[in-house]
């Protein structure tokens, strides 16, 4: 089997599970910043520096110095160094920061747009009044303002699990129990027929991101295409957002769903792959499943 194959099958389904949770977790993995803890394995015949050193030196006696080692004795240099040091660190990190607030901006400014018209959209369809349509654009403005911080924190490695989860973007939950307080009649009526629409919108969205890393098995064939869509079209109608976690999931139990979820997956296929080809499946989703223990922030 092409050894490429199994990336493109972990980052067809990255992209897909579980309603946009795990392409954050993706985007954490690859952006993670510099202050991860993050063991970096050494190669296989190489012994970690640290461990090395102590080796050699285990056995022999200290060394007497007969340098000079008062702090103000030949330490000019030595200072001069670790202040320039220090400034690029600090030049450094103000040119991070300064890129993170522009990128910041650039997506606020984007998703002000979105909150605007999306409240002018519904509004019109729902009838809303003027107060209604000001706090409908509250709500959705709350809701942006969530997910983008929740989903800076990841990019930059200081998310917690409760970021992780603020970070879904497809999660509606909270807006639509406001909703339902907020209208009556027809327009919670009409309110309910758009929920609907836009959940059916998120189940196959994410159903196609999921086949992405099924097409990639070699010699699938458009019957097991169908099959396989009917498949994950209902495993993330089972996976709505709002519903598989709250403000007080554990790490473990956060890790538990995901796995249930990519167990799921590999069932599915069971009855629609040949051997070889749940096989390669496979492949990707294990290959995800162990990306992801280093990819959710410990608590």
């Given at each position: 089997?092409?050894e490429?194959?199994p990336s493109k099958?972990?980052?067809?389904?990255?992209?897909?599970?579980?309603?946009?949770?795990?392409?954050?977790?993706?985007a954490?993995y690859?952006?993670?910043?510099?202050d991860?803890?993050?063991?970096?394995?050494?190669?296989?015949?190489q012994?970690?520096?640290?461990?090395?050193?102590?080796?050699?030196?285990?056995n022999?006696?200290?060394k007497?110095?007969l340098?000079?080692t008062?702090?103000?004795?030949?330490?000019?240099?030595?200072?001069?160094?670790?202040d320039?040091?220090?400034?690029d660190k600090?030049?450094?990190?103000?040119?991070?920061?300064?890129?993170?607030?522009a990128?910041?901006?650039?997506?606020?400014?984007k998703?002000?747009?979105?909150?605007?018209?999306?409240?002018?959209?519904?509004?019109?369809?729902?009838?809303l009044?003027?107060?209604?349509?000001e706090?409908?654009?509250?709500l959705?403005?709350d809701?942006v303002a969530r997910?983008?911080t929740?989903?800076?924190?990841f990019?930059?490695?200081?998310?917690?699990?409760a970021d992780?989860i603020?970070?879904d973007e497809?999660?509606?939950?909270?807006?639509?129990?406001e909703?339902?307080?907020?209208l009556s009649?027809?327009?919670?009526?009409e309110?309910e027929?758009y929920a609907?629409?836009r959940?059916?919108?998120?189940i196959?969205?994410k159903a196609?991101e999921?086949?992405g890393g099924i097409?990639?098995i070699p010699?699938?064939?458009?019957?097991q295409?169908?099959?396989?869509?009917d498949a994950?079209?209902?495993?993330?109608?089972?996976?709505?957002?709002?519903t598989l976690f709250?403000e007080n999931t554990?790490?473990?139990?956060?890790?538990?769903?995901?796995?249930d979820?990519?167990d799921d997956?590999?069932?599915?296929?069971?009855?629609?792959?040949?051997?070889?080809?749940l096989?390669?499946y496979q492949i990707g989703?294990?290959?995800f499943?162990?990306?992801?223990?280093?990819m959710?922030?410990k608590?």
């Amino acid at each position: 089997m092409n050894e490429s194959r199994p990336s493109k099958l972990i980052f067809g389904f990255v992209i897909g599970t579980l309603a946009g949770v795990v392409a954050i977790l993706f985007a954490q993995y690859v952006f993670k910043g510099d202050d991860s803890k993050e063991v970096v394995k050494a190669p296989v015949n190489q012994e970690p520096q640290a461990v090395s050193d102590k080796k050699n030196n285990s056995n022999k006696p200290p060394k007497l110095s007969l340098v000079d080692t008062r702090p103000d004795k030949g330490s000019s240099s030595s200072k001069s160094s670790k202040d320039s040091e220090d400034d690029d660190k600090d030049k450094e990190d103000d040119e991070s920061k300064a890129a993170w607030e522009a990128l910041k901006a650039l997506g606020d400014a984007k998703a002000e747009e979105e909150v605007k018209q999306q409240t002018e959209e519904l509004a019109s369809r729902l009838k809303l009044t003027p107060a209604q349509k000001e706090t409908l654009q509250g709500l959705l403005s709350d809701k942006v303002a969530r997910n983008s911080t929740a989903g800076l924190k990841f990019l930059t490695g200081k998310a917690t699990v409760a970021d992780m989860i603020a970070s879904d973007e497809k999660d509606y939950s909270k807006i639509d129990e406001e909703m339902r307080e907020l209208l009556s009649g027809e327009q919670l009526e009409e309110y309910e027929a758009y929920a609907e629409e836009r959940e059916v919108e998120r189940i196959e969205g994410k159903a196609k991101e999921d086949l992405g890393g099924i097409e990639q098995i070699p010699g699938i064939t458009e019957e097991q295409m169908r099959e396989a869509w009917d498949a994950l079209i209902e495993i993330n109608a089972k996976e709505k957002p709002g519903t598989l976690f709250n403000e007080n999931t554990t790490r473990d139990e956060f890790i538990g769903v995901l796995d249930d979820a990519l167990d799921d997956r590999v069932e599915s296929m069971r009855s629609i792959l040949t051997e070889e080809q749940l096989g390669a499946y496979q492949i990707g989703i294990e290959g995800f499943r162990k990306l992801i223990s280093g990819m959710v922030p410990k608590e």
